[in-house]
Every structure is written in C-alpha cells, then in structure tokens.
C-alpha cells in the first residue's frame, strides 16, 4: 500500500511538473501587443509583423484599441497594469515612453542594442526616446513624418491646378480655394484635436520656419508663441479650417481619407500612415494620388515613431519579449513592414530597393533632414512636448479651430499660458 501510494505521489509531482513546464513553454512562446492600429492599412502592416513572430514560434496575442492617437491605448494600458495583468509590449509615442520608463515599468533592452549595434543605425533623433537614462527600453518600427499633403491626381488635373501651384503656403491656399470653386472639398480633415494639432504643426513651420519652430514647439518660449509669428500661423490655421467640408467634425483620419481616395476630396494633411489606405485601395502613388511635403516645411521632417516598449515581465515571458525586439529591428522585417505601413524604417542601413515613389522620396527627405538638422519631433505626436504640454497644445487649437469668434491673437496668448500652466 506504501509503495502504490508512493506511485501515485510521483504520478501527481510528474503531472504537475509536466504541466508547469507547459504553462511556461506557453507563456514563453506567446507576445500579447497592445497597440491602436486597427485601420485597414495599419492593420495590414501589423500583420507583416504578426506572420513574423509566428513563423519564428511565437504566438501573437492581439489586443488592440481603436482610435488613432493612442490616448485610449493608454489609459486601457493604465487598467491592465494596475490589475496586474500587462501586456508583453505596447506600441507607444515620443514622451509616453520616457514617463512608462521614469515609473519603472519598462525592460532593459541593452543587451539586444548592444548585440545588434542599434546605436549605430537607428537616428540619434529617436534614440532621445528609445532610451532612458541610457538603457534602451523600446523598439523604434518606423519613422513617421507628419508634414505630407496627399492629393487625387484626377482632380488636380480637372481643375487645372499644377506641381509648381503648391511650393508656398499661400499658393497652396489659392489652389484649395480653386478646387473649392470647381465643388469638391478642398482639405479632407477630420475633426479630433489631434488631426487639428497635426495640420497645425505644419503651419507653424511653414510661417516661421525651423528656428521658429524649436523656439516655440520643443523650447516652448512664451515670448516666441506670442510674437507676431504665431499670430500669423494661427491666421493661416483659420483660412484651412474655411476650406473644410461640413461634416469634418468628428470624422476618424481613415474616413478622411477615403475621400481623397474616391475622389470626393482634392487634399489632406497627414502623416504618411495615410498612403497605406491609398495602397490598401490599390492606388498608385505618384499615378492615382500626389504625395508632396506641406508648403513651406520642404526641407523638414516633422516626425513621429511608433515604437514598441517592452513591458517588465517575469522571466517566463522574456525570451519571447526579446525576440520581438529582435524582430521588430531586423533590416528585412523594416523595410517590409514600412513599405505597408507607408512609413520610412527607423533604420539608416535599409535598401529603398521596395519602396515606391513616395516611400524613396521620403527615406531621401529623412536622411537629408537628419543631417541638416531639420528632423524635428511632431508636438501633435508627443516627440516636441510631454504629455501635459501636447494636451495643452491640443485644446487651445481646436478650440480656435471652431471658434471663428477668436482672434488669433487671443488664440497665441491662449496657447503661451496654457503651455506655461503645462510646464508647472
């Protein structure tokens, strides 16, 4: 009886042990990402890395949140941590990964860096954001630029307006207002505070140029946001928004742009995420649409990067986190997934062999900005100013936007105390 007993004792340690290992072998071979791209063409790019991951053993674990931006990734972000259930890694911008880094939450990632050199091919503009306090905690996928214009071809030759009409800003205007005239909407733009502030980002460049714009977007020097300068940017901000459509308020950027893409629309304003809604509707850039910086902002990229921070996780889950940073730095995976997402690789050393016209056009324009200094981080995108000051940003903006009531001038000093107020 002893002896059966003892069988049966070793049985059970066995199971459990056996299952044990299973959990972890599970636990290790999964990644759950928390992230918002869930449009046609984000979720498109996503799955380039998705395919990846899996073909390297790694299950993926989905959990996205709609609504670009990210501000509702993270506050469900905020629920997951505080319920003691993170993800393995979220897709985060500029600031946000500097404060998840400062409370402690972030993995060290040096190891990897070191092993793939990533100090060396990855701009030291982002590395300012992959990194706290000289460890690096995320993975930069892309880099983003926010000062492109997309236009219908179809409609820019129907209403007469040429290549050489868009090289300033008050040529671009005299252009919208004639495609206003011919019945179409002249800016396709959607209504939330975060696509105003994009449009706005550009605006100040294009008015006061790249000192300007230091001075006043990352320096955040209130005697510059209220000087005359400013004043004018939020002038020209006020000839855009009577040149939208009646129904801009509220619209997500993808339906926006869809109206480009059918024809409805001549312009947009907008990071060049929006090419892959054109590319997922199997337009051709440079043939069916026109990609061109913003007038005024030729020589700058105004930019954002998605990047995926890698969540402290306990040992079990750390060899797949690694390998998804891994993955995410690799030169081929890069210039895969940047040729869907429509983006440029956050790495110098990528062949532009499978990008199309705009995709080399924006990865010539990068490597120039970078080395004239005029890569400059987007504040609309939280690469310019913390969280508090991008929101700050935000609100004076849009509210000037719908307000035709406010003067610029109210609208500059607005902004230069509620930057101050921000910066406490």
């Known amino acids: ?71 509702q990734a993270m506050t469900a972000l905020k629920a997951r941590i505080s319920a003691g259930t993170p993800p393995t890694a979220v897709q985060m911008l500029g600031f946000d990964i500097n404060d998840w880094a400062e409370l402690g939450y972030l993995a060290d990632l040096n190891n990897i860096a070191k092993e793939d050199n990533w100090d060396s091919v990855i701009p030291k503009a982002l590395q300012r954001f992959s990194k706290y306090n000289g460890v690096w905690v995320a993975a930069p996928v892309n880099v983003h630029s926010v000062n492109w214009v997309w236009g219908n071809r179809e409609i820019l030759s129907k209403v007469g307006v040429k290549k050489s009409d868009l090289k300033t800003w008050d040529n671009f205007i005299k252009a919208a207002k004639k495609v206003q005239a011919a019945g179409y909407i002249a800016f396709a733009h959607g209504g939330q505070d975060w696509q105003d502030a994009t449009v706005f980002d550009s605006i100040i460049y294009a008015t006061g140029g790249r000192d300007f714009y230091i001075k006043t977007m990352i320096e955040q020097d209130t005697n510059a946001i209220k000087s005359a300068t400013m004043r004018r940017a939020f002038d020209r901000f006020r000839e855009f928004g009577n040149l939208l459509d009646d129904n801009f308020s509220g619209r997500e950027w993808s339906q926006t742009t869809a109206l480009v893409i059918n024809g409805e629309a001549a312009f947009q304003i907008m990071g060049d995420w929006a090419k892959g809604e054109f590319v997922k509707a199997g337009k051709k850039p440079n043939s069916d649409f026109v990609c061109f910086r913003v007038p005024g902002t030729q020589e700058a990229v105004l930019f954002n990067s998605d990047q995926f921070a890698m969540i402290e ?41 499978a990008f199309d016209f705009c995709g080399k056009k924006g990865m010539l324009q990068l490597a120039t900005a970078n080395n004239n200094n005029t890569m400059l981080g987007s504040m609309a995108h939280g690469h310019a100013g913390k969280p508090a000051i991008k929101n700050a940003y935000f609100d004076v903006v849009t509210t000037f936007l719908n307000d035709a009531s406010m003067s610029s ?13 921000a910066q406490e």
């Open 1 to 71: 009886m002893i002896l059966y007993k003892k069988h049966i004792l070793i049985a059970i340690v066995s199971i459990f042990i056996a299952s044990f290992f299973t959990l972890s072998l599970s636990a290790a071979e999964e990644v759950e990402v928390h992230h918002w791209w869930t449009s046609g063409g984000e979720a498109a790019a996503l799955q380039v890395l998705k395919k990846d991951l899996e073909n390297k053993g790694i299950t993926w674990k989905d959990s996205g949140v709609a609504g670009g931006g990210g501000a």
């Open 313 to 353: 996780v306990g040992d079990n889950r750390r060899d797949a986190q690694e390998a998804m940073a891994k993955a995410v730095m690799d030169p081929s995976f890069q210039s895969t997934f940047n040729v869907v997402k429509g983006s440029v690789p956050a790495r110098v050393d990528v062949p532009n062999t």
């Open 409 to 421: 001038r109210e609208a500059s000093s607005n902004l230069a105390n509620a930057i101050f107020a």
